[in-house]
């Protein structure tokens, strides 16, 4: 029995502790935006927030998990965009999109920890989050308009 | 042959007996009205294949595969221009694989950006959309989504317009010429608007006109402009559904393993460990593999990894040694093409003193798609009838694949075309629709969603081939004066072929020489030939195709061949080259990146040019040496697009396809040992991050009198660009790819 509290809402989850917690954010609460990309943690696309840390859910056993976690779905949705998913779609960032929720979430934790970034600072923490269409010019222009946006909103 | 393979071969050669000499019967064919695929539901309306109207308004079906080059923004634009539709109110969807999608344009002439057609380029437009027709080729690929659609589907959406203009006439009591559209609705003279959802049972009934009118381009208000994409808002929070993401009740979920020597049968497998996991729900054996089922996907990978098989020997040369030396080969085999031929390169050759003669052989490895997304599908079997979600670029092939894997007619299998997380030719296969079927037919009543592992997908490609080039030439002070380039490669429009319809048309490869022998460059004597090597290692369509290695053999060599004469590179393109697009883009990106000025010290630059899917494009890459080795800092392109349909997303296409060029020549590579592959997850087959790919500027072009396609011309001349700035930087050829293999990368 594994307990979790994943976007807010506690689950008890009836699964094997060792089981990475990608696959029981997917296949057992049915939270598909966090994607499988490689399973080896060298990619990024399976980022989420636990404890507001990004971490890679595809190697991190869900029996480790003791901190609430953040996926896509509760980071912001189609009706009440994040700042930085209004950033994505106002810099037309995704292509294929596959590996954009853990850019995004990537991205979150990066923002929270560090308000202003530099573009070195982007590229440093954005490294490990592959995206084969190539989209890393937006993405990194996305995120220097949503950091503007957030600075802003809290003034 | 098979019953299928058959049927293909006959409706394949009437094609041909029609193209070579049929237009009359091209042009009866491709007039002949297309019977619309779309099965409306109740409360839904379709007036052609492309437009179905309900109750909340107009959906647009924009039946190519969208695996991240915006292809169905653009497409649904078409449509939505000439029907006058809010940007923001349009819908799409890919729809069903049908016939009526067929794809006219990967055999045909470019399209006339100009609206007024000539009688011509109508017969030659209508033979070319035999062949694909007659086969159904419902494809995605060889940049030809846009140029196939642009007369289609803004006729669709006009010849709506018109009826839904009958039904509001009708209905109102006013003459149609007194009425306008706007915003999706009807507006008559007092301004009463009649919205398309309220005439749409009416305009079903009116007969289409059969030449409608097409706006003007000055009358755009949405084609030639940067419209945000309809997908995007999904694909950022999550809620884009790839296949893998299907969620339905009682889902089971399931892997597969193949053999690891490709091709090669499985001689044994041991199962008892794998069936003891708990939540193992069953093992399904292939002919060379087995997939594991289970109630969760992690379950059913690892179970994988605990069963045992024994495989066959690979029906290939097991070393990377061993298959470069069959490729090499095949050069001592006849030519299977000469389709450059100019003046008598061998006789110049032969005619010149040896001290005279530049030579040079150039090598480019196998490559791997690598989608983010690794190959997946969702299936399920209920009452002998097959549902299935998958992204594929070929739907028609892919269901009938699925339909025949269990015993099934095709009319037995709907297949939902997913959205794709990256495709580049990969998604142009049905292997995953086989193997997705027969785990499905496992479990009847049951959906399972199958998940390749990242390992299974890496090494289970149909990879970009391995080539060769040699080339011999004389160079005179305007450059060269005598070229033979010979290339020898295995064959992947024969593969391709095969797989396909189970038999490989005969005669000239273009696909093995495309990006050399098709160049707009003025060489007296100049020859290309193409040599077929016999390898049995799966091989397909790697974004650009016989572009990816061939505009780097002939970019590479026009470089060398430059400073051989002592011309700057740039300077030399424009003394071979006479075609004005291809002269329009070498001058934009010189001009752009500052060619002839001053280098940055510690840095390199490298020029390319390719023509390809009809679209010139010009490149300069920029190396510096850091401490910690060389860094990709800028790069620049110049592209002629004829008409940018949507320059935002040209802009991102170009770059895309120029960052994925760029990982392939820094640090590409899938080898063999033991007839395996040896790279097996990301950290052996890596591409650019954010940190170390460079900041792209993009000019796009309109002058050329025809549409380009997009999604590849970004490619082909980003590796050459990249190999010869890192001559520039460090005074050394390397004529081979990888770069990584002979210098470090930071």
Known sequence: MLELTVNGQAHVVEADPEMPLLWVLRDHLGLTGTKYGCG????????????????????????????????????????????????????????????????????????????????????????????????????????????????EARL | MSRLGRIARRTFLVGSVAIAGGVAFGIWQARRPVANPLRPADGEVTLNPYVLI?????????????????????????????????????????????????????????????????VLHDTRQAAADLAPRALGLQITGGSTSLVDAFDKMRRAGAAARETLMAAAAARAGVDIARLRTEGGAVVTPEGLRLRYEDLAQDAAAIEPPRAPRLKPPSEWRLLGRSLPRTDIPSKVTG???????????????????????????????????????????????????????????????RAADLV????????????????????????????????????????????????????????????????????????????????????NQIPIAFRDAAARAIGLSSGDVTLHTTVMGGGFGRRAEVDVAVQAARLAASVPGRPVCMTWTREEDMTHDFYRPGAIARARAVVGPDGPEAVVLRIAAPSVSRQGARRLMGFAPPGPDHMLVEGAHDQPYRIPDFLVSGHIADVAVPVGYWRSVGYSHNGFFHECLMDELAREAGLDPVEMRLRLIDDAPSRGVIEAVADMSGWGADRPSGTGRGFAFTRSFGAPMAQVVELAETGAGLRITRAWAAVDVGLAIDPGNVEAQVISGMIYGLSAAVMGEITFADGMVEQHNFPDYDALRMDNAPEIAVRILETMPELAGIGEPGTPPAMPALANALYDLTGERVRELPLNRRFAFA
């Open chain 1, 40 to 151: 080896v943690a060298a990619c990024g696309a399976c980022t989420v927030l636990v404890g507001g840390e990004a971490v890679r859910s595809c190697t991190l056993p869900a029996g480790d998990v003791r901190d609430a976690v953040t996926t896509i779905e509760g980071h912001g949705n189609p009706e009440a965009l994040s700042a930085l998913q209004a950033a994505w779609i106002e810099h037309q960032v995704a292509q294929c999109g596959y590996c954009q929720p853990g850019q995004i979430m990537q991205a979150a934790s990066l923002l929270a920890d560090n308000p202003a970034p530099s573009d070195e600072e982007i590229d440093t923490a954005m490294r490990g989050n592959l995206c084969r269409c190539g989209t890393y010019q937006r993405v990194r222009t996305a995120i220097r308009a949503a950091a503007g946006e957030m600075r």
């Open chain 2, 54 to 118: 309900d109750a909340s308004g107009v959906t647009v079906i924009a039946p190519r595969a969208e695996m991240g080059q915006g292809i169905h923004s653009t497409l649904a634009a078409l449509v939505a221009e000439e029907m006058d539709l809010d940007w923001p109110a349009v819908r799409v969807l890919h729809g069903p694989p049908a016939r009526a999608y067929f794809n006219g344009a990967l055999l045909g002439p470019g399209v006339p950006v100009n609206a007024e057609r000539g």
């Open chain 2, 239 to 301: 809620t884009a559904q790839f296949a893998g993401d299907v969620r339905l009740p009682d889902m089971l979920y399931a892997t597969v393993r193949l053999s690891p020597r490709l091709g090669a049968a499985m001689r044994s497998i041991d199962m008892a460990e794998a069936l003891a996991v708990p939540g193992v729900e069953r093992i399904v054996e292939f002919e060379d593999g087995f997939g594991v089922i289970a109630r969760d996907t992690w379950t059913a990978m």
């Open chain 2, 308 to 391: 045992r098989a024994e495989w066959d020997r690979a029906p290939y040369p097991p070393q990377t040694d061993a298959i470069f030396e069959r490729i090499a080969l095949a050069f001592d085999s006849r030519p299977n093409s000469r389709l450059r031929n100019d003046g008598d390169a061998a006789a110049r050759l032969t005619a010149a003193p040896p001290g005279r003669v530049f030579e040079a052989e150039y090598r480019v490895p196998y490559l791997a798609h690598s989608t983010m997304e690794p190959m997946s599908a969702t299936a399920v079997l209920r009452d002998n009838h097959l549902e299935m979600w998958a992204g």
